[in-house]
């Protein structure tokens, strides 16, 4: 069975920093699919990054990277110069075949002005 | 805006009734995804269609059932309503089957569910 475990329930940041999100998958797949999604208070649910079981870089997307240790089975989310606007529920989720995705049960992170 | 759209936002509804939620997926996209999201069970997988046929199955009751139509669009439905069934549901949509890589699943709005 797959798992995703984020032990961050809640994070605080400085206005312009950075800040790193942890996320922790467990597979027996060697293939997989990691994603980052951004829930704002208003509630929808908002794609950020991807990341490939057999990529070889980390992913990145403006702000947002991905750090990628597979020997480790993590994929934390970094934000750089965090905005007020980065207020909001992140979740981390895989998905090993068709559909099935299993997402963490999200950190919520406070920019702080 | 993901381009994925649902109707209704918000559902007020009493117990034992029947309610549908609808999906219209990006323009181009192929695979729909049913998901509920509750406060105590989190976000949950519940089916997948892919082009009219469905295609992964997920913690979904035997009281919901959905369907893809051949437009593309698909509705979630739910009967015999319970107080814990109260969540936001969401559908997600992708290109292909969802096993690709680079497949993602983009999120609609979501449907609020209240049952009294």
């Known amino acids: 069975a797959q798992k995703i475990t984020q032990t961050q329930p809640g994070m605080f940041v400085q206005e312009k920093e950075a800040v790193t999100l942890d996320c922790t998958y467990d597979?027996?797949?060697?293939?997989?699919?990691l994603f980052w999604y951004k829930q704002p208070s208003s509630g929808e649910m908002i794609f950020l990054i991807y990341?490939?079981?057999?990529?070889?870089q980390n992913a990145t997307e403006g702000r947002y990277s991905l750090n990628f240790q597979k020997a480790r089975k993590s994929a934390n989310l970094v934000i750089s110069a965090s905005q007020l606007g980065d207020s909001a529920m992140y979740f981390c989720?895989?998905?090993?075949?068709?559909?099935?995705?299993?997402f963490g049960d999200g950190t919520t992170l406070t920019v702080k002005p | 805006d993901s381009g994925v759209t649902q109707t209704p936002k918000h559902l007020i509804t009493a117990t034992g009734q029947r309610v549908t939620l609808r999906c219209s997926p990006r323009?181009?996209?192929?695979?729909v995804y049913w998901y509920q999201q509750s406060l105590d069970q989190g976000l949950q997988f519940l089916i997948q269609?892919?082009?009219?046929?469905?295609?992964a199955k997920g913690n979904i009751l035997e009281r919901f059932s959905a369907q893809q139509f051949p437009d593309l669009h698909s509705e979630l439905n739910l009967s015999s309503l319970e107080l814990g069934d109260s969540a936001l549901y969401f559908c997600?949509?992708?290109?292909?089957?969802?096993?690709?890589?680079?497949?993602?699943?983009?999120f609609g709005p979501g449907t609020r569910l209240t049952v009294l």
């Open positions: 597979t027996s797949d060697p293939s997989y699919g």
């Open positions: 323009s181009g996209d192929l695979s």
């Open positions: 269609y892919y082009n009219g046929e469905e295609r």
């Open positions: 989720a895989m998905r090993v075949n068709a559909g099935k995705s299993t």
């Open positions: 990341q490939g079981s057999y990529d070889q």
């Open positions: 997600a949509s992708s290109l292909k089957t969802g096993t690709s890589g680079t497949d993602t699943q983009y």
